[in-house]
């Protein structure tokens, strides 16, 4: 059975920092692309970070500079270090889970971690 687990969602102030990590159980994570995306009240869920089974990142534009993403094969585990947080980044953060094999879609989400950014 496929599991991602989220953790590390919280409240801070502005400009704070927090740590997401997402552990993953039932993949060869290591063979995996994996994502954080997140979703606000009322907006439709976007990609925040994503990194490839072979370890290259990429970011949104609205987080380039203040998250990053990582990735511990060894641990199973993708991070999401966020740093200079804003009210605007309140949102379900997400993490994902994809691999194509042999042109099958492979794809997991994990139950969502909440994140507020107030004062």
């Known amino acids: 059975q496929v599991q991602l687990v989220e953790s590390g969602g919280g409240l801070v102030q502005p400009g704070g920092s927090l740590r997401l990590s997402c552990a993953a159980y039932?993949?060869?994570?290591?063979?995996?692309?994996m994502g954080w995306y997140r979703q606000a009240p009322g907006k439709q869920r976007e990609l925040v970070a994503a990194?490839?089974?072979?370890?290259?990142?990429d970011y949104a534009d609205f987080v380039k500079g203040r998250f990053t993403i990582l990735r511990d094969n060894t641990k199973d585990t993708v991070y999401l270090q966020m740093n200079s947080l804003k009210p605007e980044d309140t949102a379900v953060y997400y993490c994902?889970?994809?691999?194509?094999?042999?042109?099958?879609?492979?794809?997991?989400w994990g139950q969502g971690t909440q994140v507020s950014v107030s004062s």
């Open positions: 990194t490839t089974s072979g370890g290259e990142t």
């Open positions: 039932g993949i060869t994570f290591s063979h995996y692309d």
């Open positions: 994902n889970a994809g691999l194509v094999v042999k042109g099958a879609d492979y794809a997991y």
